[in-house]
């Protein structure tokens, strides 16, 4: 830490690519070593194909103005909302 002699403010510096680096480690650490990433994801699709099923007729309606609004995605792969 050193002081600025104009402020009279004390500087700091933090290694956030050390930080990053550190995060990630404990995130793989949690996950364990029987995480399986496809698993994953197609259980999420899976998921999300099952939330939006069986809509009646004006569901279905907002479903598609919600995603061509860009605030749900849509069906295509790596989907995520626009905004």
Request: hydrophobic letters at 40%; a negative charge.
């Amino acid at each position: 830490m050193n002081q600025d002699k104009a402020t009279g403010l004390h500087t700091f510096t933090i290694d956030l690519t050390f930080e990053e680096g550190r995060r990630r480690a404990e995130v793989m650490a949690a996950l364990g070593p029987d995480w399986d990433p496809v698993a994953a994801l197609r259980s999420e699709d899976e998921a999300y194909a099952l939330l939006y099923s069986d809509l009646d007729a004006e569901q279905q309606r907002t479903y598609d103005l919600l995603v061509a609004a860009g605030v749900l995605p849509g069906e295509e792969p790596g989907r995520a909302a626009a905004h």
